[in-house]
């Protein structure tokens, strides 16, 4: 397992900065239904700099990529080199691994699987990519690594981090795409009460609610966004956005989702699907 040191500033919190489903392209005029993704990633970039919140490090819950190119990721990787702090990332199903893994190694972007996040919690990052469909699947690697990561650090507050939503999310054609061994998921944290967050991607709105104890959240991408509560294909009408996680000495988290301001980026309402 890929472990990596994260030192703490403020001896009360750790603070994620939470980057996710970029969808971008090689192509700088790329778009994705209408928004031109390299536009609305950037315009979050800037208005989290304008934000001037302090943080330690930077996230990114995978669809990193919508064209599978080595130069859509180092389009990623460009952009966030506006900072100095190190970026933890994993796959979403839109991803293709051997053009993430072409801009490694990078001074600021680590691939590993466990960050030991200051004094008090690991960030422990899962991989549940099925080559070639949308849902997702923990393997028995996966869940083998999530276990013993876990049985490591039982003193340490635990956020799990995956592309895939573990629990339906209420729109009947995105549950569909949702992470299918989600019981197993369950299990390994069950047995590990210091696991106390999970955080993902993939649904492309804010979610934030309470599973088994465990803390379950969701945010927006930094493109399109879905509409909740859909039973068909439906985009809505807010803003891209972003995620901000303070992880407490105590266990618990404060967060807050931000979203971009005005009207820049809007999508294809009409489309039914890409
Ligand atoms: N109309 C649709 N019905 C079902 N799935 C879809 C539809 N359109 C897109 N998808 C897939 O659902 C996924 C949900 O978010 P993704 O960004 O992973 O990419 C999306 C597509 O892979
Ligand atoms: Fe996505």
């Known amino acids: 397992m890929q472990k990596f040191d994260l030192p703490q500033k403020d001896p009360d919190r750790v603070v994620l900065l939470q980057i996710t489903d970029t969808h971008l392209f090689a192509d700088d005029g790329g778009s994705l239904l ?9 315009a979050v970039l800037d208005a989290v700099e304008a934000a001037a919140r302090p943080f330690e490090a930077i996230v990114a819950t995978g669809d990193i990529s919508q064209d599978h190119t080595e130069a859509s990721y180092q389009r990623f990787c460009d952009g966030i080199a506006r900072w100095p702090q190190p970026c933890f990332w994993l796959p979403g199903n839109h991803d293709y691994q051997p ?3 072409s801009v490694l190694p990078s001074p600021q972007i680590k ?11 690991q960030v422990i990052l899962l991989d549940s990519q099925v080559k070639g469909v949308p849902h ?7 869940l083998a690594m999530l276990e013993q990561a876990l049985a490591a650090h039982p003193q340490r507050h635990a956020l799990v981090l995956l ?3 573990p629990l339906p999310a209420g729109s009947t054609w995105l549950d569909q795409h949702q992470l299918h061994n989600a019981d197993a998921f369950w299990a390994v944290l069950a047995r590990h009460p210091q696991a106390k967050a999970v955080l993902c991607g993939h649904i492309h709105q804010e979610l934030d609610c309470l599973y088994q104890g465990v803390r379950v959240m969701a945010t927006p991408s930094t493109c399109i966004q879905f509409q909740p509560d859909s039973h ?5 009408n807010n803003n891209p956005g972003w995620r901000i996680l303070e ?6 988290i404060d967060t807050q989702v931000y979203r971009l301001t005005g009207r820049q980026f809007t999508p294809q309402f009409d489309a039914a699907g890409y």
């Open 136 to 142: 997702g699947e923990l393997s028995d690697s996966q």
């Open 232 to 236: 068909d294909f439906a985009l809505d």
């Open 163 to 165: 592309h895939h939503h």
């Open 247 to 252: 992880l407490l000495a105590d266990g618990q």
């Open 99 to 101: 053009s993430m893994q």
């Open 34 to 42: 209408g928004v031109a993704t390299k536009d609305s990633f950037h």
């Open 111 to 121: 691939s590993c699987h466990q960050v030991l996040a200051g004094e008090h919690w």
